[in-house]
């Protein structure tokens, strides 16, 4: 089944440590996303990626990194500089710009 | 979209009642309508979707939703909703920017429906 996997599910983080969210898809889309949620405030984009080797700042990328080396993978590293980082994480994906995202399950990190 | 406004934060609504989810956006430009829906502590799945032609657009469960233009509004409907209905729903838009090769979806805070008996 083609489809969005994010791993870990849940995800705890001591204070001034970096983690690494892991997002694939094997639908073999060009584009992918990276958005944040917090309870009552929608989603807010952290990165894009519209094509492989390349990745453009959302909205709130401030405090994260990420790359894009390999069409079916989007890794999110939420560095320590992000001052705010408990939040539900979620990795989408689309054909082109155009279109609609597909989602993956999310990922829930805590910072302890 | 420069907003996108949804206007209820929480709906309550018995089972097998209609229910109405309002949405209103800020565009001068064409836009392409999403709903989506989210069951909790997971991702988000697509209701419907407008693109072109029919303003009225049919989705998954039950749902549809009519775009109109001169009041950029694109409200969802469900005549008749389920327990399993209990869910976020969320509105997003994307402008059709001739110059920009991506659109970026922008979504509205969302709309938290409780279906009770």
């Known amino acids: 089944d083609g489809g969005i996997t994010q791993s870990p599910k849940y995800l705890f983080r001591k204070e001034g440590q970096n983690v690494t969210l892991s997002c694939e898809q094997n639908l073999n889309h060009d584009a992918m996303y990276w958005y944040r949620q917090d309870p009552g405030q929608g989603l807010r984009l952290i990165y894009y990626s519209q094509i492989v080797n390349d990745f453009q700042k959302g909205d709130i990328a401030e405090g994260y990194s990420v790359s894009r080396e390999k069409k079916e993978s989007f890794p999110l590293t939420v560095t320590s500089a992000q001052k705010n980082p408990t939040a539900f994480y979620l990795c989408?994906?689309?054909?082109?710009?155009?279109?609609?995202?597909?989602f993956g399950p999310g990922t829930r990190l805590t910072v302890l | 979209a420069q907003s996108v406004t949804q206007l209820d934060s929480q709906v309550p609504v018995f089972e097998e009642a209609p229910v109405e989810l309002r949405c209103n956006y800020s565009s001068s430009v064409s836009v392409y309508l999403f709903w989506y829906v989210q069951y909790p502590n997971q991702g988000l799945q697509l209701l419907l979707k407008?693109?072109?032609?029919?303003?009225l657009v049919k989705g998954i469960n039950g749902f549809e939703a009519e775009f109109n233009k001169s009041q950029t509004s694109f409200h969802l409907r469900n005549p008749s909703v389920h327990i399993s209905d209990t869910a976020e729903y969320f509105c997003?838009?994307?402008?059709?920017?001739?110059?920009?090769?991506?659109?970026?979806?922008?979504f509205g805070a969302g709309t938290q429906v409780v279906v009770t008996p």
């Open positions: 407008y693109l072109s032609g029919s303003t």
């Open positions: 997003a838009v994307i402008e059709l920017m001739t110059t920009d090769s991506w659109g970026k979806l922008q």
């Open positions: 989408a994906s689309s054909p082109s710009g155009y279109n609609e995202q597909f």
